[in-house]
T-cell receptor
Framework: DQQVKQNSPSLSVQEGRISILNCDYT??????FLWYKKYPAEGPTFLIS?????DKNEDGRFTVFLNKSAKHLSLHIVPSQPGDSAVYFC?????????????FGGGTRLMVKP | EPEVTQTPSHQVTQMGQEVILRCVPI?????FYWYRQILGQKVEFLVS????????KSEIFDDQFSVERPDGSNFTLKIRSTKLEDSAMYFC?????????????FGDGTRLSIL
């Protein structure tokens, strides 16, 4: 299932700088997008989401951008902190989905160096 | 902050045996889900559950799988006759009633190892 793809398996960033994580999707029926953070031995933790009627949503250090025409979303973390080091998953849900099924990308491992 | 809790954290079972994975969703949530992640692969949707019935299920969720909400707090996933390929992390999740634009919140998972 390649409907949601995160092409960068890993990303290394210096503390204080911006982290940009990218996600591409192919299903034009997706209308709700989420980012989750996952530490080892824990479940995915919800970070931020965006509806397809918006192109930007911000929550503190986290901002998600959605480009519907490009079927691309990104998560910006500014400033990055060592505690942000984790695996980040994007997920998407189609608007015809009564069951609220989420389709996940493969994840990007972010390493923030002190 | 309320959270989804899953037990056990690790389950080891012989192939062919039945296994039940347990979850306690967040108390005011009404939508419940199971996902799994095989080692090195993506998180995959299994099933969603609302109002005491399955809302949607994936192709993975075949006749060997079943879900139940036996009481007001627990949500279980049963695998009747486990196979080696069922070895994975199983995540339970829940979301609020108006699930349209409400995120799913995940538990820490149960690692299922089939021998």
């Amino acid at each position: 299932d390649q409907q949601v793809k995160q092409n960068s398996p890993s990303l290394s960033v210096q503390e204080g700088r911006i982290s940009i994580l990218n996600c591409d999707y192919t299903n034009s029926m997706f209308d709700y997008f989420l980012w989750y953070k996952k530490y080892p031995a824990e479940g995915p933790t919800f970070l931020i989401s965006i509806s397809s009627i918006k192109d930007k949503n911000e929550d503190g250090r986290f901002t998600v951008f959605l480009n519907k025409s490009a079927k691309h979303l990104s998560l910006h973390i500014v400033p990055s902190q060592p505690g942000d080091s984790a695996v980040y998953f994007c997920a998407a849900r189609p608007n015809n989905n009564a069951g609220n099924m989420l389709t996940f990308g493969g994840g990007t491992r972010l390493m923030v160096k002190p | 902050e309320p959270e989804v809790t899953q037990t056990p954290s690790h389950q080891v079972t012989q192939m062919g045996q039945e296994v039940i994975l347990r979850c306690v969703p967040i108390s005011n949530h009404l939508y419940f889900y199971w996902y799994r992640q095989i080692l090195g692969q993506k998180v995959e949707f299994l099933v969603s559950f609302y109002n005491n019935e399955i809302s949607e299920k994936s192709e993975i969720f075949d006749d060997q799988f079943s879900v139940e909400r036996p009481d007001g707090s627990n949500f279980t996933l049963k695998i009747r006759s486990t196979k080696l390929e069922d070895s994975a992390m199983y995540f339970c999740a829940s979301s609020e009633a108006l699930a349209g634009l409400k995120p799913q919140h995940f538990g820490d998972g149960t690692r299922l190892s089939i021998l």
